[in-house]
């Protein structure tokens, strides 16, 4: 069997860091056919859409996509429809894509670059499982209106709509449960119970779900002390599973306990496992084209579309030793450099990777 992946660089960094990351699949010697296209500011570009249809069609098509980032500052005066970001929402919109994984792993030799004390989060091996597509990011009606009611009663009010179904939250609470039940078992749920219905009705759920794992602990806790806690003792959590909103604020948090987001790669999977990886950064114009951005996050991330959506685990190993011996060799791009060690560039970086490898 040929896997499909769909290459969507994007913007900014995007072409420079999923080139390595291209370059690491290609030398694993896998039947595996890529295939690229624009997405995002450079797609708009191109075609007039920043997820124009034949980059869907690819998309769709493929058993995974392996994606860069989008967005730029010069784009930020286009309508919201035609944004780069809007191509990152369609594709989980068309593709069912509800469940992000993120890991939030320090490798021993990064101690040092995080912001916390090193025995604070040295070891540190979190999973965030967040919902993807429901929320108040996807919850209808919203806009903007005039009031009816309330204090301000006549004034103009912007509005969103919180909300989950029962399905919704039914399959990302199983996702959770089997990715717990495969590290340390125990899975810590967050939302905002004591305020929000949404988030009462999201509670129940994940109780009633539990009852299928009884070998994995389940705790809940409040986004607030979450979002305190992850800085206060971040090893006492395993996976940390929430919603949308919460997810995507905890998730940004989790990564800075590592020293840099360039380090950490996520995935996002619909119901059939066909999955879009990504690193978590951003697209960050400010370096493009400079040969300076970590692309240890895209290659991270090439190896959760092995593990995840080609079934193909020992490859996915290899990969992930490939980095820890690279870090343990002293090599570093500008954003984990310390004195002492190298400062590399982006193709230097990939270049080591591929060696490590081989």
């Not at 006549?154 to 089997?178: L, P, S």
């Not at 690193?279 to 092995?306: E, Q, R, Y």
């Amino acid at each position: 069997m040929t896997y499909k992946i769909a290459v969507l660089p994007g913007d900014g960094i995007g072409k420079e860091i999923v080139d390595q990351a291209a370059r690491v699949l290609t030398a694993l010697k896998l039947d595996i056919s890529l295939e690229e296209a624009p997405v995002g500011g450079a797609a708009y570009d191109q075609l007039g859409h920043p997820l124009p249809p034949s980059t869907l069609a690819l998309a769709k098509s493929s058993n995974a996509i392996l994606f860069g980032a989008v967005g730029d500052w010069k784009y930020d005066s286009l309508p919201r429809e035609h944004r780069p970001e809007q191509a990152i929402l369609g594709l989980r919109k068309n593709m069912g894509l509800f469940a992000n994984l993120r890991p939030a792993i320090l490798y021993p030799q990064l101690a040092n670059a995080s912001s916390l004390k090193p025995e604070v989060v040295s070891g540190l091996d979190i999973l965030i499982v967040r919902e993807l597509t429901g929320d108040i990011y996807f919850g209808t009606p919203r806009g903007v209106r005039t009031a009816e009611d309330g204090a301000f009663k006549g004034e103009q009010e912007g509005f969103d709509t919180m909300r989950y179904a029962e399905t919704e939250v039914r399959r990302i609470a199983k996702i959770a449960f089997e990715a717990a039940r495969k590290r340390q078992g125990k899975l810590c749920s967050v939302d905002k119970a004591n305020v929000l219905e949404t988030s009462q009705f999201w509670r129940d759920i994940m109780i009633d779900v539990s009852k299928q794992y009884p070998d994995v602990a389940l705790s809940h806790m409040y986004v607030d002390n979450a979002a305190m806690q992850l800085v206060r003792a971040p090893k006492e959590f395993d996976v940390i599973v929430t919603g949308n909103l919460f997810g995507d604020i905890l998730s940004d948090e989790a990564a800075m306990l590592t020293g840099s987001i360039g380090m950490l790669p996520s995935a996002s999977l619909n119901a059939s496992n066909q999955g879009l990886y990504e690193p978590s950064h951003g697209s960050a114009p400010d370096i493009a084209g400079k040969n300076i951005a970590n692309p240890l996050a895209t290659i991270l991330s090439a190896a959760m579309l092995l593990r995840y959506s080609l079934n193909e685990t020992a490859a996915a190993d290899k990969i992930e030793e490939a980095v820890r011996q690279v870090l343990a060799q002293g090599l570093r791009t500008a954003d984990i450099y310390e004195e002492g060690t190298e400062k590399v560039s982006t193709s230097q970086m990939g270049d080591a990777v591929l060696k490590a490898l081989s």
